[in-house]
C-alpha cells in the first residue's frame, strides 16, 4: 500500500511575476512535504514556495545550475511568526539544500542558532523540586525575561516516563528552548559586514533580492554562525544554572533546529543522532526520541513522492535526511476554505484567508496569533510512526513550566 500526503488546491497566488513563473513551477517540483494535516501544514509548503523560488532564480542568474536541490518539510512543517522571514517568503519545519555549485543562499530564510537543551535533574523528590522551581522564578532575571514565555520558547521540568506502560522511570529532565537572541541580526542581515568581502553577492528578483555567499564570504558567514551556535547553547546553560542553582543536575544534549550545515539550513526541524526532545506545546509534554536513517527504503518505495524523487536524481539526498521534528509549531484552530497569497516587488505582501465563515486578510500570521494553537502531538507522532523516522523512547509529562514572574506563556515571541 502507498503512502501517500494529501495535496490541495485551496492555495493560490496573485500577482506573480511573468519572469517569476517558470520559477514557482520549479520550486513546486522540488518542495517535498510530510508536514501534518490540511491547514499550516499545507500552507507551510506554499509560503515556501515564494522565497525559494527567488533563490532559484538567483542561482540561475549567478550562472549556478539548481540540480540537487530541493526542501523537505518535516512532520512539523508550519508558518513562521517571524514578520521579515514571511515577508521573504519562508516558512518553518523544513530542511532546505540549497548550496548551488558554491554558492550559499540559507541566509536568506534566517537562521539564528536556535535549539533545545536537555538537562537531567539528580535525586529530589518531586515536591521538593516543585518548591525549588517556585523559588527560582522569583529569582530569574532580564535575560531569562527576554527569552522564556514568549511564543514557544519556555523552559520545563518534566517527568522521565515509559511510552507504553506510562510508568514513572523516577528520572526527572529539564528541556530548555530558547535562542538566547545572540548574533541573529548577523545572521539575518550579512549585507551590514559582509557586503564588502569577496563572494558577497546580491541578486535583485521581481519579488525581492536574495543573498548569495561564496569564497571569503561565505567562510565567515558560517564561522559567524558557529559562533552564534556556540553563544546560544552557552545561554541556554546559563538558564539552567540560574533555575537549577544548588541541584544537582548534568547536561544531556543540546540541539541547533535553526542552523547551518554544510550546505543545508535546518529551519525548525533536527538532524541529531542521538536522543532528542520532541517538544509540543510544553504544557501539554514532550516526548524524547531517537533519530533513524530516515527516510528507509522500505518507507521511500511506497511513497507517492518516489518517481518525483528520483526523476531529479536526489534519492540518495532524501534517503539520508536523519531529521526528526522540532515538535509543535504552529497550527490554524480552524480548517481553512481558500488562501490567497499576494506577492509584489519585496516577497509576501499579504494573506486573505477565508475559513469558519469569516474572511481574513493580513500580512503576517503574527497578526492572527488568537487563530493558532500549538496542540499538534498526536498527528506529528504518527506521521513519525507513518514514516518510521524515529524510536519513540519516554515521554515527558509536564511537573512544572518555570516562567520570569514578569512575563505572560504564549506570548508574542
Not at 530569574?140 to 522521565?160: C, M, P, T, W
Amino acid at each position: 500500500m502507498s503512502i501517500e500526503i494529501r495535496r490541495t488546491d485551496r492555495i493560490r497566488y496573485t500577482n506573480i511575476h511573468p519572469e517569476m513563473q517558470r520559477w514557482h513551477e520549479e520550486a513546486n517540483r522540488r518542495i517535498f512535504s510530510l508536514a501534518v494535516g490540511d491547514r499550516l501544514g499545507q500552507i507551510g509548503p506554499r509560503i515556501m514556495e515564494v522565497g525559494y523560488a527567488k533563490v532559484l532564480y538567483a542561482a540561475n542568474k549567478m550562472g549556478a545550475s539548481v540540480d540537487g536541490s530541493f526542501v523537505f518539510f518535516a512532520p512539523d512543517g508550519t508558518c513562521s511568526l517571524n514578520v521579515e522571514r514571511t515577508r521573504r517568503g519562508f516558512s518553518y519545519g523544513g530542511l532546505l539544500d540549497m548550496d548551488f555549485n558554491g554558492l550559499l543562499a540559507t541566509s536568506n530564510s534566517m537562521p539564528n542558532g536556535c535549539g533545545f537543551s536537555t538537562y537531567e535533574i539528580e535525586d529530589i523528590d518531586d515536591e521538593a523540586l516543585v518548591k525549588h522551581l517556585e523559588n527560582s522564578q522569583e529569582r530569574l532575571g532580564e535575560d531569562e525575561l527576554s527569552q522564556l514565555g514568549k511564543g514557544n520558547h519556555f523552559a520545563g521540568v518534566y517527568r522521565i516516563c515509559d511510552p507504553v506502560s506510562g510508568e514513572d522511570t523516577g528520572r526527572r529532565c529539564m528541556v530548555v528552548h530558547c535562542s538566547g537572541h545572540a548574533g541573529g541580526d548577523l545572521l539575518y542581515y550579512p549585507w551590514n559586514w559582509l557586503s564588502e568581502e569577496d563572494g558577497y553577492h546580491s541578486v535583485d528578483t521581481p519579488h525581492g533580492p536574495v543573498t548569495m555567499l561564496e569564497g571569503e564570504a561565505r567562510r565567515r558567514y558560517i564561522e559567524q554562525f558557529k559562533t552564534t551556535e556556540s553563544t546560544n547553547s552557552d545561554n541556554r546553560d546559563r538558564t539552567a544554572e540560574e533555575i537549577l542553582e544548588g541541584l544537582e543536575w548534568r547536561r544531556l544534549s543540546t540541539i541547533t533546529h535553526q542552523g547551518l550545515l554544510p550546505s543545508q539550513h535546518l529551519i525548525g526541524t533536527q538532524r541529531y543522532d542521538g536522543e532528542l526532545p520532541i517538544a509540543f506545546n510544553p504544557e501539554e509534554g514532550l516526548a524524547i526520541a531517537k533519530s533513524k536513517p530516515n527516510l528507509s527504503n522500505d518507507v521511500f518505495d511506497s511513497w507517492t513522492e518516489r518517481e518525483r524523487v528520483e526523476s531529479l536524481g536526489i534519492r540518495k539526498k532524501i534517503t539520508e535526511l536523519n531529521l526528526t521534528p522540532h515538535g509543535g509549531g504552529y497550527e490554524l484552530r480552524f480548517p481553512f476554505d481558500s488562501l490567497s497569497i499576494d506577492v509584489d516587488s519585496m516577497g509576501i505582501r499579504s494573506f486573505t484567508m477565508r475559513f469558519q465563515g469569516r474572511t481574513l486578510t493580513f500580512n503576517n500570521f503574527r497578526e492572527i496569533r488568537e487563530w493558532l494553537t500549538y496542540r499538534r502531538k498526536l498527528g506529528i507522532m504518527y506521521r513519525i510512526f507513518q514514516f518510521d523516522l524515529a524510536d519513540h523512547l519516554f515521554d515527558l509529562p509536564a511537573v512544572m513550566q518555570v516562567y520570569p514572574k514578569k512575563t505572560v506563556p504564549g506570548g508574542s515571541g
